[in-house]
């Protein structure tokens, strides 16, 4: 009868084990796909306000040499910026909450943007020197969420 009973929890012991690793295994490989799949939204919201930036910045000395007042430079500023500010939330949100570990390089380009807005439009130089600041940032931002990739993709073995 002893034997029994050990047999039985033993059974049933290693059922439980068995039944929590797959939970637990599961558990984890949903969470990497759920990552992956974060990774691969901000990075592509950010090369996207990269391209925009840089087309900004390839054709800010026409528009400058145009003759357009500030008041039409700032105008289209504060429209290009509207193009992209639905991909700066998101890329913002997502970063908080899914990456913190290069939260600091964003917040590195928050701060490029807001110097650059600070800038006066008529002010050439500065404006140029801004927006070329912008577009570094957002690539340094680039380069450390590309650096989370094999982390983000290693094995779910390797993530315990």
Known sequence: MNDLVKGLLTILTSGLVSASATTLFNFRQS????????LEEVCVATIKSIHVAQEIRRNFDKIFD??????????????????????VLRINTLTSLYFPEVYPLLLNCSKSVADMNATSPTDREKMGAAMDRVIADRGEFLRGLYRLAPQVNAPIWKAW
């Not at 969470?31 to 799949?37: P, S």
């Not at 357009?68 to 430079?73: E, I, L, R």
């Not at 290009?80 to 639905?86: K, L």
Request: glycine share 10%; proline share 0%.
């Open 31 to 38: 969470e990497r796909q759920i990552r992956r799949n974060k």
């Open 66 to 87: 145009s003759g357009v007042s500030a008041k039409q430079m700032d105008e289209l500023l504060q429209k290009i910026g509207s193009m992209v500010g639905d991909d």
